[in-house]
């Protein structure tokens, strides 16, 4: 809402989409079924993390201090967190605080992908190009973030100059 203004969200919603061209209220209704849609897998997801983990937790069997567990539960986390960013993403396009495409936001998931790639990778089966490899694409997602932000951090400035 608006400070000073009783504006709901829906009357906002409804006055935008008035306003709005064809093209624009099909870019709208696409961003609010792909957040319902990711939504749902991430509740779901977060329904079977629980369902297959307590159970064995409480009952002694699954000793998440186990590397293997470890790095198994942790990976089934990191892709909540990630598909949560993911539909982070598509709401603010839903609620028209964003262009469709943010490039930060992709890099930012996709360095939250390779994140967790390093955390469930099995270092005993996996090459040294791989891990190489994985550590350039980090490193050089990393670079691009970082100018990006910082680009962004000067269009700020000079906004406020």
Same mark, same amino acid.
């Given at each position: 809402?608006?400070?000073?203004?009783?504006?709901?969200?829906?009357?906002?919603?409804?006055?935008?989409?008035?306003?709005?061209?064809?093209?624009?209220?099909?870019?709208?209704?696409?961003?609010?079924?792909?957040g319902l849609f990711i939504a749902v897998i991430i509740v779901l997801s977060? !329904?079977? @993390?629980?369902?297959?983990?307590?159970?064995?937790?409480?009952?002694? +069997? $699954? =000793?998440?201090?186990?590397?293997?567990?470890?790095?198994?539960?942790?990976?089934?986390?990191?892709?909540?967190?990630?598909?949560?960013?993911?539909?982070?993403?598509?709401?603010?396009?839903?609620?028209?605080?964003?262009?469709?495409?943010?490039?930060?936001? !992709?890099? @930012?998931?996709?360095?939250?992908?390779?994140?967790?790639?390093?955390? +469930? $990778? =099995?270092?005993?089966?996996?090459?040294?190009?791989?891990?190489?490899?994985?550590?350039?694409?980090?490193?050089?997602?990393?670079?691009?973030?970082?100018?990006?932000?910082?680009?962004?951090?000067?269009?700020?400035?000079?906004?406020?100059?």
């Amino acid at each position: 809402m608006k400070e000073g203004t009783s504006e709901t969200a829906v009357s906002r919603f409804r006055r935008e989409w008035s306003a709005m061209g064809f093209y624009e209220r099909f870019e709208q209704l696409v961003a609010l079924a792909l957040g319902l849609f990711i939504a749902v897998i991430i509740v779901l997801s977060l !329904v079977r @993390l629980f369902m297959s983990t307590l159970p064995l937790l409480f009952g002694g +069997i $699954l =000793d998440p201090l186990t590397p293997q567990v470890f790095t198994n539960l942790f990976g089934m986390i990191m892709t909540v967190l990630i598909a949560m960013e993911f539909k982070h993403s598509i709401i603010r396009v839903a609620l028209r605080k964003d262009g469709i495409i943010q490039v930060k936001t !992709v890099i @930012l998931i996709a360095l939250l992908a390779i994140g967790r790639k390093f955390i +469930i $990778l =099995d270092t005993a089966k996996t090459g040294a190009g791989t891990i190489a490899a994985l550590a350039g694409a980090l490193l050089a997602l990393g670079v691009v973030y970082w100018l990006m932000r910082e680009r962004d951090d000067h269009e700020r400035e000079l906004g406020k100059a």
